[in-house]
């Protein structure tokens, strides 16, 4: 712009007289005045323009002439105009101003924004003015606007931006939440894994190109006996017995997991102490495309697998055997039809072949029809309360025969009898008949015990008559000797002799027939002169009986020597000629003939006594046996006992011939030289 | 003086113990089977009668039964003298009339005791 005229500083005087100032000073002022960028006027009392600065018509765009002299209305904001007189009135109180913003009017009807401060100065003459300034704050204004909007945009974006922000980190915190629990669903997920892995009876192992990438402990440690976790990278050819079986493997099992198959075996393996075991194996790739890349493989120790298996191979074989020798008839039914029959049941029993019977309806195996559909229900009823039914039947076998049977039945399960129902089956006939054998058995041990409490009874009985004799006879000759005759207590004393050579008698009967029943009899031939032994014999027998009857014996063909054991000769003739005398009347005959010829001797004794019945016959050399007619008589049965013992060990033989009440002939026949044995 | 039947089976038996008793001053009568026995007991009515228990044909029971058809324990006493070892059988036999029973062998002072018991020490009873 160009520099404004210097002022005339009359004029100046004319306005700023209040002060004294210096040329220099005021030649300033008047510059300022011109120059300064603010907006000057000076507006007298009435509101008139009076001086106006160039950079307020630049303001007003108004040229200086149209202001001066004009009211300051045609600038002033409207309602200013309005009050005009306040304002006046306030625009030349003494007071001083505050800066007011206001819009200024231009010449062209536009407002601008400005700063106005005023300020009242009294003239010299009294004369009263204000001076107005105006500074521009359109732009500053625009610019605070602008700034301020600019702010609240700002602030807007901040805001928002806090808000983006917020919600972002919100978001991001929940992510991270999210983040860390699935890490930690992760860590426990894998710790699972970990876990199952590693306590895995079986073991894993992840192979890549063959070699070892992992492997649970249960592979390395347990089954193959290896430090744990020190294979890793290790090519697998060390687990396998052989360089061969480990390719051999490798060529069978790769081809299969390449087509996504998996590959399963059992195989020997090798241990870390070179020791070998059964291993089931089985694998699959991880990606079929690439084997290689990585596969995984279950190892099972299968060595006590597969001894359970042989055992349990025995156990069936075991029971099947049990089942299939068994002596009674197993059948397993369901629905009244045979599903199984072991062998001894179909075969043996029934008499069918092989096969014959399973599938069959077991109507054909009982006694008869009726006896199927009335039994049905029965047994049904009976299997569903306790579970078990027996009963005594007839069974019918293929040919059609019949048997008595025990037949019991146990229900598999009797709350579901289509499960089926296991059936045993015994031959009573047999057991009937074994039952009739054990009550003949019985029926003997207890006659036999009768028989022998019978000999007790009759032992104690035959020594104590002797005994009586004995004492008696002593008791006579101690108390009444004085009384007594010679010939009496002769008799006497021979009384007591005769009881006690009876007594030994019997002691020594008892003890024959104990020592021959225990097989301690023996036979010891010598060459005797066989008459004179059985003349003594017999007068031993007579003497000892002090028999009445008369004994006559007579010899045909003896010579001088044979071939005998005396002893038992002694037995056999001295116990028949005794069981003569004793079992005939006294006036009777008692005939021995001894006789010899082709080699043997025949010995007979007869006697006209009471005979034996013909009941007690059958038994009449069994030991301690005595006929029914002789319980008055003494006698221990040992004595034909004893005769038949030493007949038997001579290797003869005895039979006897009798009529009761009429007599008895015994004849013994034994071999002369060798013959016999030890007994 | 007293009379004692004496019935027994064993000749020697009978002979001592009938000398015995002749001895002690009993007059006796002997008989060696159950019917000849019996026959004396009624015949001869003796005071006491010893007899033995197992005989051929009537035995010692079926004596005994005879004569308690007839007499009773108190008029005839009747005493057992058995070489048969059951004591049990001792009550029964009792239980059947008879007064006393003895296993033999038998010393004679039990004997005499046992007599005496039945007859009273000294003097008939009749």
Known sequence: MRLPRRPNRSSFNRIFSVVDLDQLDLDLFATVFDVARIGICVIDQEGRFVRVNPFFCELVRHRPEDLLGRHYSMSAPPDIV?????????????????PTEWGIRR?????????????????????????????????????????????????????????????????????????????????????????????????????????????????????FGYPGGSLTGHTTEVFYPSREDYE????????????????????RMKRCDGSLFWCFISGRAIQPADPDAGSIWVLIDITSRRQLEQELRNTLSEREAILQSSVMGIALVRNRQYVWVNKYFEQDMLGYEEGGLVGQSVRQSYGSDEAFDELGPAINRQLAD???????????????????????????????????????????????????????????EKELNEIKSRFVSMTSHEFRTPLATILSSIELIADYGDRL?????????????????????????????????????????????????????VGEVRNATQAQQAIRIGFDGVTLEHMLDEELLRHILGNLVTNAVKYSPPESAIDVSVGCARGEIVLVVEDHGIGIPVEDQPRLFETFHRGRNVSHIAGTGLGLAIVRKSVELHGGRIAVRSVPDQGTEFTVTIPEIGGGFHA | MRRILLIENDTAILANFARLLALEGYEVLTAS??????????????????????????????????????????????????????HSERAARLAQGANDYLVKPIEFRLLLQAIDRQLGAGGTHR
């Open chain 1, 485 to 537: 005759r010679a010939h009496e207590k002769t008799d006497l004393i021979e009384g007591i002799k005769a009881a006690v050579r009876r007594m030994t008698r019997m002691l020594e009967d008892i003890l024959l027939i104990g020592r021959s029943e225990a097989g301690r009899l023996e036979f010891r031939p010598h060459r005797i002169d066989l008459r004179s032994v059985c003349e003594r014999i």
């Open chain 1, 82 to 98: 309005a009050i005009k007189d306040k304002f006046l009135a306030a625009l030349f109180a003494d007071s001083p101003k505050v």
């Open chain 1, 386 to 444: 306790t579970g078990f039914f027996q009963t005594e039947g007839r069974v019918r076998r293929k040919d059609g025969a019949t048997f008595w049977c025990l037949v019991s039945g146990r229900a598999i399960d009797r709350r579901d009898l289509t499960l089926g129902t296991i059936w045993t089956v015994v031959d009573l006939s047999q057991r009937k008949s074994a039952e009739a054998e054990l009550v003949q058995a019985l029926a003997r």
């Open chain 2, 33 to 86: 089977n159950g019917v000849d026995g019996l026959a004396l007991a009624r015949s001869r009515t003796p005071d006491l009668i010893l007899c033995d228990l197992r005989m051929p044909g009537m035995d010692g029971d079926a004596v005994l039964a005879a004569l308690r058809a007839d007499y009773t324990a108190t008029a005839l006493p009747f005493i057992f003298m058995t070489a048969s070892a059951d």
């Open chain 1, 107 to 223: 010449s062209d009807g536009s407002i601008f924004d400005s700063l106005v401060s005023f300020r009242p100065i009294t003239r010299v003459d009294g004369r009263k003015f204000a001076v107005v300034t105006f500074s521009d704050i359109g732009e500053s204004k625009r610019a605070q606007a602008q700034i301020e909007a600019l702010n609240r945009d700002l602030e807007q974006r901040i805001a928002d931006r806090t808000g983006e922000l917020t919600t972002k980190v919100a978001e991001l915190t929940a992510a991270e939440d999210a983040l860390r629990r699935s890490e930690e669903r992760l860590q426990t997920a894998l710790a699972e894994k970990t876990a199952i892995l590693e306590n895995s009876v079986v073991g894993i192992a992840l192979l890549r190109n063959r070699r070892l990438e992992w492997c649970n402990r249960t592979l390395d440690e347990q089954l």
């Open chain 1, 248 to 267: 051999r493997l490798g060529t069978e099992a790769y081809p299969l997991l390449a087509q996504g198959r998996i590959y399963e075996t059992r195989v």
